[in-house]
Each structure stands twice: as C-alpha cells, then as structure tokens.
C-alpha cells in the first residue's frame, strides 16, 4: 500500500528528481552534439554501431538518458493505476524495465551501419540490440499510459498524447527502418519519439517531487495514500 512521504523523503525525492532532469537532459544533449557531429541522418542506434567515430561520445549521453529513467523511476516508486488492464504493473517497474533494455542495447551495440533485421548482414548483435531497444520503447508508452487517466488532467493528457505518440511514431520509424525505406523520416521520427519521451519523465519527475502537487497529480488510476487510509 503506497503510505504519505515523510518530510526528509520529500526532500530526497526532490534531490532524486533534480538528479535525473539532469542526467536526462545532459544525455539527450550529448547524443545531439554526436548527431550534429555527421552531415548525414542516421537512426539513434547508428550514432552507437561498432566503429563509429561517434560511438563513445553516444555510449555516454545514453548511459546518462538510462541513469536519469531509472532515478524517474525512484520518484514513482510509490504511483500505482487502477486501470484493469494495467494494475499489475507499476509505472516505476515499467521504467525499470525499460532502463534495463535500454541498458542491454547500451551493452551490445549494433553492428556498423545496423542494417535491417530483415537483410543476411544482421548479426547476432543486430537482433539483440534491436529488439532490446523495441521493447524498451514499449515499456516506457507502457508507464505513460498508465496515467492515461489521472486526476490531474494536464498529466493525463500529456500522458495520453504522450503515450499514443511515442508509440505510433517509434512504430513508423521502425518500420521505415525494416522495410529499409526513407532514412531521414524513419530516424527524424526516432528523434521525436525519444524527445517525447524524455518530457514525459521531465514532466512527471517534477509533478510528483512537488509536496504541493503530490495529492493532485497522482490519479484515479495512480494514487499516493495517506497512512491509515485505505483505497477499495
């Protein structure tokens, strides 16, 4: 049952929180200046891939994108949904979860060029990256839509259009990608999906360190509940 933060609690949430809008932010500008780095589009990945000239400086700024999902993750330790399809999954463990495949995906980099999963020259590598990587994306649209409906409703609506967002326009991107299609719409719309994403955790990391917001932000579906009060 989720209980009402001490005062120091609040205080190391805030801290928590102040930490991973840091990390993120400073990830997603490291991964930016290795994008800006090349005269040509190329998917998030591809910055990563065995051989690049951009592979280290990208390792770096993902490794902090990471950190900051899972110190997010730590300030919704305690929001749950009521949503049937989605209560048995926290929205802390849906970050979690992406974190750590984004971490697998850190950990084995693409081959170069990380070509299509449907050609002969994937390898191994390319499999699992990629999938990893997939099902991260999934995880974290997972998160945002547990706060589909929260009291809230700039949240729930950030959330939704968030979640719905980043969902469809990974999907297009990926598909473009597999179908070997158009290279600078597939990745531009990467590059969307994931800045959506990182406002998302900006936005809810902020929301919920904030004493004064903490009743309000949490929703019908994610509730914060004071000691001794129980929800049906």
Do not use: K
Not at 52 to 64: H, I, N, R, S
Not at 153 to 158: M, S
């Amino acid at each position: 049952m989720p209980r009402h933060r001490p005062d120091g609690t609040v205080v190391a949430d805030a801290v928590v929180a102040s930490v991973a809008a840091v990390c993120l932010v400073a990830g997603a500008v490291v991964i930016g200046q290795a994008r800006a780095a090349l005269d040509r589009f190329l998917y998030i990945s591809e910055l990563g891939a065995l051989g690049m000239p951009t592979a280290e400086q990208f390792q770096v700024g993902f490794l902090l994108v990471i950190a900051g999902i899972l110190l997010v993750a730590v300030v919704l330790r305690d929001v749950r949904t009521r949503l049937p399809f989605l209560r048995g999954v926290l929205p802390a463990a849906a970050l979690v979860a992406a974190g750590a495949l984004f971490l697998v995906a850190a950990a084995v980099p693409c081959s170069m060029g990380c070509p299509s999963l449907l050609t002969a020259e994937a390898q191994w590598r390319d499999w699992v990256h990629i999938v990893a990587a997939v099902l991260a994306f999934v995880a974290g649209c997972l998160a945002m839509l547990q706060f589909a409906t929260a009291r809230d409703r700039w949240v729930a609506r950030l959330s939704t259009a968030g979640g719905l967002a980043v969902g469809s326009i990974a999907a297009t991107g990926g598909i473009i990608s597999l179908a070997r299609g158009n290279t600078d719409i597939g990745s531009t719309l990467e590059y969307v999906a994931a800045a959506i994403g990182i406002v998302w955790m900006l936005a809810m990391a902020a929301v919920h360190a904030l004493p004064a917001r903490r009743a309000d932000a949490s929703a019908r579906p994610a509730v914060r509940v004071p000691v001794g009060v129980v929800v049906d």
